[in-house]
């Protein structure tokens, strides 16, 4: 395989870990934005507001890893394909 193939096919993967990570930003930013907006008007969070705002943040972050990890796993390749030949070999006497 040449490197202009190679790079043609990583390019979906690149773009697709690019977009993940500007999902993840955006995501925390409107959650940052949330606590922002809750605290102007009630002067600190509840108590079930923050267990909320917590969940959310892992629940992110626990999607960011899980994709990326799906990502990187399939941006791994081997150098020099190659085909397994497996072979059956039989006694004759069995024949």
Known sequence: MCIRDRASISQPIVTGLQRLKSWRERRIDDLGGWQEELQDRQGRLHSHQQKKL??????????????????????????????????????????
């Open 54 to 95: 917590d969940s959310e943040k892992r629940e992110v972050e626990r999607m960011y890893q899980a994709r990326k990890v799906w990502i990187d796993e399939g941006m791994r390749t081997v150098n020099e394909p190659y085909l397994r030949v497996a072979a059956v070999l039989i006694p004759m006497e069995a024949r």
